[in-house]
């Protein structure tokens, strides 16, 4: 009598990311003659096994496309290939925001090599330093402007907690494979994960032995004598000899950052007694009072910055400037609303918007 097979067999990496798309929100197809492609409608088309290179799978690939929707934003769900464009230059500062961040997202669980792309940019990924948000010339500073803000989206829906875990997963089964595997499988180039950090943050990519808790903005002192600091970032007591973790910045400069006044937030309120009032031109009516005008996602009264180029991604998605030699700077400093007076430079706050705009981790 014939069997019944009752069960099929997948390649387990390929279940662990076929699975996270489509917790994300999109069905993997494999088609013949598509390397990658979505098609705005909830479908990623990759091609067939035949077509692709020997160090091809499903789990770069994916990824990689995932990698390209954190940096474009939860709109480009909705544009055939993320919004961008394959076959001009326009995009180029897109791809390197999106590998930047690729390895970002790999280097916590051993991945960086493992995992990485495979495309005709795969020099551009294995030149770029230990830390990929590391600046090596003035104009990578858009990119990992992009990169970052990518970075802090990772966790939002609909990525997060999905990718986390594909990415937590894909680490496991290269930590009992690996040495079952030959040398040239494509996972037996995953590599040891760096040792957490003590406060549960991301390790640093690069540690340094200068760079400590106590150099670090993002801790603040604690107790009547000062002695012991808190981690913002964390919420954790930290010991100022502790080495730094990837989070670490040694200075925020409100003139070169302006978070909390542009795109970071999109509402500050006027007070009866603000004497914001008194600049009826930056303020727009409410019910029961006013708020500032807000012009291209920034307060109206804030100046500064540059502008970033549209090139392909949606126009919601953040961030929209990036510091320039033009400082970040209020035109009604002196008058500025109650709300502004109590935002504090280094606080939680004022990380989350940082993160937004991509100046900090």
């Known amino acids: 009598m014939p069997r019944t097979p009752l069960r099929r067999y997948e390649d387990p990496l390929d279940a662990v990311w076929t699975t996270a798309l489509r917790q994300v929100g999109l069905e993997l197809e494999r088609s013949a003659g598509a390397y990658a492609t979505t098609d705005g409608r909830g479908r990623l088309a990759l091609a067939t096994q035949p077509e692709l290179d020997a160090d091809d799978c499903v789990a770069q690939m994916v990824l990689h496309e995932l990698c390209h929707s954190l940096v474009q934003g939860r709109d480009s769900f909705e544009l055939p290939d993320w919004g961008l464009c394959n076959e001009t230059e326009r995009d180029v500062v ?16 051993g991945l960086r090599q493992a995992l990485a792309p495979t495309t005709d940019y795969r020099s551009f990924y294995d030149a770029l330093p230990a830390d990929p948000f590391a600046a090596s010339a003035p104009g990578d500073l858009e990119e990992i402007a992009l ?41 037996a180039a995953a590599e040891q994960p760096p040792a957490p950090h ?15 808790c106590a150099t670090c903005s993002w801790a603040k002192p604690r107790g009547s004598d000062g002695q012991g600091l808190t981690c913002v970032a964390s919420g954790r007591k930290v010991a100022p000899s502790q080495m730094a973790c990837a989070h670490h910045e040694t200075d925020v400069d409100c003139l070169s950052c302006g978070a909390c006044c542009r795109e970071a937030y999109d509402t500050v ?25 807000r012009r291209d996602q920034r307060c109206a009264a804030l100046g500064g910055g540059e502008r970033l180029p549209a090139r392909g991604r949606p126009a919601r998605t953040l961030p929209l400037y990036v510091p320039s030699a033009d400082p970040f700077v209020c035109s009604i400093y002196d008058d ?8 504090t430079r280094r606080s939680a706050h004022c990380l989350s918007a940082r993160r937004a705009v991509g100046l900090s981790l």
């Open 198 to 212: 003590a406060t549960g943050l991301l390790p640093a990519f690069a540690p340094t032995e200068e760079r400590t």
């Open 94 to 109: 897109l791809e390197h925001a999106c590998l930047r961040l690729q390895a970002a997202l790999l280097i916590p669980y």
């Open 336 to 343: 500025r609303p109650t709300t502004c007076r109590n935002f």
């Open 147 to 187: 990169a970052r803000a990518a970075h802090a989206r990772r966790t939002q829906r609909p990525w997060g907690p999905h990718l986390e875990r594909a990415l937590r997963a894909t680490r496991d089964l290269a930590g009992v494979l690996t040495p079952h595997l030959p040398e040239d499988h494509l996972l």
């Open 269 to 293: 309120e006027v007070g009866p007694r603000d004497r914001a009032r008194s600049h009826a031109e930056l303020l727009v009516a409410r019910q029961g009072g006013y708020d500032m005008a």
